[in-house]
């Protein structure tokens, strides 16, 4: 939820500065202009160039962004995990349900969740490398920890332990 939201919070802030900047560069050009200074005038034309492309465009985006919340909202809290119950409860076609859910998980917004086209399930398999070892050091008795995915060497005596995983 955290990457949605902070993703949610950008476009907004993008979109504010855009939807500003174009009032302003408008301004800025005006007076840049009576004025005679161009510096001014440049930096308005920019920020109304800025303003009038990007204020469309972060706006959708944010508004994209909001309906993957209200998909990932309906999935996690609700626990709303069929294509065709997703579909129901958003007002949305089972085509449009299944792009929202494979552009969720593309931009890790459902972490630990795996689509098989039309169902969204509880990925249960375990990080191996989460697994953590226990061993002996047969050089030196020194009793030390490992994860399967690390090579395992003894810290006191540096010899290395054969993973046996």
């Known amino acids: 939820m955290e990457r949605i939201d902070r993703d949610l919070r950008k476009y907004l802030i993008f979109s504010l500065i855009a939807s500003i900047l174009l009032p ?19 930096v308005g034309i920019a920020a109304t160039v800025f303003g009038f492309y990007g204020t469309p465009l972060f706006w959708v985006a944010y508004g994209q962004r909001r309906g993957y919340l209200r998909l990932v909202l309906a999935v996690r809290r609700e ?38 086209g039309d169902t969204l399930r509880l990925n249960t398999n375990e990080n191996p490398a989460e697994e953590i070892m226990s061993v002996t050091c047969p050089s030196c008795g020194a009793l030390y920890t490992y994860t399967v995915l690390e090579r395992a060497v003894c810290p006191w005596c540096g010899r290395p332990h054969e993973n046996t995983k």
């Open 24 to 42: 302003l560069g408008i301004i800025g050009i005006i007076w840049g202009a009576s004025g005679q200074m161009y510096i001014l005038m440049a």
């Open 79 to 116: 626990n709303v995990l069929s294509v065709a119950d997703l579909s129901r409860h958003l007002y949305e076609s089972e085509e449009e349900i299944r792009r929202r859910i494979k552009v969720c998980l593309d931009n890790c917004y459902l972490l630990g969740y795996i689509f098989d």
